[in-house]
């Protein structure tokens, strides 16, 4: 099923390219199950399978990009000493000790 181009990987890239390359198509294989539920979600909305698969993808990894940007900036608070980072261990004594709600 053919879908994305390397621009759009490119603007969520999670390094930088070391060389320039295109990819003019991707062959995705699912589950059975996963192909089925696409069809059928090809068929109820009127769209194209390879449509839904590049809204999905452009979703998802504009989602990676988010959560890329966030812990990135959460790291840098850390490194800087605005946030000082808590012990994992102790953390999770203190809450194994919280009464359920």
């Known amino acids: 099923m053919p879908f994305a181009s390397l621009t759009l ?17 991707l062959e995705v294989h699912f589950k059975p199950e996963t192909e089925s539920r696409l069809s059928e979600l090809a068929c109820q909305s009127g769209r194209a399978t390879d449509d839904l698969m590049e809204d999905a993808m452009a979703g998802y990894l504009a989602e990676v990009a988010e959560v890329r940007e966030m812990l990135h900036g959460r790291y840098h608070d850390i490194k800087s000493g605005r946030v000082k980072p808590i012990d994992g261990e102790a953390f999770l004594v203190r809450l194994r000790l919280r009464p359920s709600p």
Do not use: Q
Request: with cysteine.
């Open 9 to 25: 990987l490119a603007a969520f890239a999670l390094t930088e390219p070391t060389c320039t390359s295109t990819l003019t198509a």
